[in-house]
């Protein structure tokens, strides 16, 4: 059920930003409620304590937000809790960020190395994910796993490339495995 407020309220507000020509605008304050949201998490437990009115939510919503983010928004906030969806209100605002993402063609990648990489290898690694990819422009996320013990993983989306070096050496056991004596 989550998930379904989530895709309802993150389409609505989606094809509100397309009409009203506010793709960026919102985008940039969806990104930024949510930092806030993430960082103050009384916010959160104040919007969905049962002991407190809708009207008093709402006016807390006005109170805080009003002219800091545009003013749909500020609508979708006041609607979500006058439904009482608050519960859901970081995956509605992380449903919003994915399609304003693939509407965008902007890519998550996130790329696991057993060694810290350069600033020449990362653009190396992004120019060519940019060119193998139908991306535009990519959100890249990079860490370190010493347990590879050299190569990559890179995944976008439900995409995994693994040229690791530890998946190959496990490969070469699981065929040595299937390998009978004669």
């Not at 696991?112 to 994910?129: G, M, N, P, W």
């Not at 190959?168 to 065929?175: D, F, I, Q, S, T």
Request: aromatic share 6%; hydrophobic share 45%.
């Amino acid at each position: 059920m989550a998930k379904l407020a989530a895709k309802v309220y993150g389409n609505a507000l989606f094809e509100e930003a397309l009409q009203s020509g506010k793709l960026d605008v919102l985008f940039d304050d969806v990104q930024q409620l949510k930092k806030v949201l993430i960082e103050n998490a009384e916010l959160l437990q104040l919007l969905a304590h049962p002991n407190i009115v809708k009207e008093e939510k709402i006016a807390v919503i006005e109170r805080v937000f009003s002219g800091q983010i545009c003013e749909e928004l500020t609508g979708l906030l006041t609607i979500v809790v006058d439904k009482g969806r608050q519960k859901e209100l970081l995956s509605i605002l992380d449903y919003f960020i994915g399609q304003v993402k693939a509407y965008k063609k902007i890519g998550v990648v996130y790329v696991s190395s057993a060694v810290s990489l350069t600033e020449e290898q990362k653009e190396a690694i992004c120019k060519k994910l940019l060119e193998t990819t139908e991306f535009r422009e990519l959100e890249s996320h990079w860490l370190v796993d010493e347990t590879l013990i050299g190569g990559l993983v890179i995944r976008i989306g439900d995409r995994v490339v693994d040229s690791s070096v530890k998946n190959k050496l496990e490969e070469m056991k699981r065929n040595l495995m299937k390998l009978q004596l004669a």
